[in-house]
């Protein structure tokens, strides 16, 4: 009995976890070509044939320059784009050698609030930073964010950031 008990707040533990992590907290910031600065572009390390250019609003902009952890209110925005393919299909390259941007593909959306953090399990924590995936069209796309949470999580120490460095510039 004791053991059934157990599984059944286990696996109850787990449902709302899920469903806590599953709260669409992060939205389309449908002004950030204009209102966010681009702060660098390159080749998705991730991802073989995609390019990503990043943005971030003026609270992330300000704290990275100053040297601060990124407060609440932080939002960064990352444009994935297909790559260029030659005739067979492989990633076309430039004579720099970089991926060449194609088709707008995705819109992905990091935004830290008060507490976000505390729905997740260990393996998915990144302090309180959430994530969305948008259409180019600011339609929600209804993608795993766990796959975000957990290629960020092992980034404590650039406040789980792959760019930190380049937004401080």
Request: hydrophobic fraction near 40%; proline fraction near 4%; charge should be neutral.
């Amino acid at each position: 009995m004791i053991r059934k008990a157990s599984a059944l707040v286990l696996g109850l533990g787990l449902i709302a976890s899920v469903a806590l992590a599953d709260e669409e907290r992060v939205s389309f910031p449908a002004d950030y070509k204009t209102t966010f600065e681009n702060y660098v572009s390159l080749d998705r390390v991730q991802n073989h044939d995609q390019i990503i250019r990043l943005f971030a609003n003026d609270i992330a902009i300000k704290a990275a320059k100053e040297g601060r952890e990124l407060p609440n209110g932080s939002v960064l925005v990352g444009e994935v784009y297909k790559a260029k393919k030659d005739p067979d299909g492989k990633v076309a390259t430039s004579t720099l050698g970089r991926r060449m941007r194609d088709k707008l593909a995705a819109v992905a959306v990091m935004e830290k609030g008060e507490g976000w953090g505390d729905s997740f399990p260990d393996g998915l924590k990144n302090g309180d930073w959430d994530f969305a995936i948008f259409k180019p069209s600011g339609e929600r796309l209804n993608k795993d964010l766990n796959t975000c949470r957990s290629c960020h999580a092992p980034m404590a120490k650039t406040q789980h950031l792959f760019s930190l460095e380049h937004l401080a510039q």
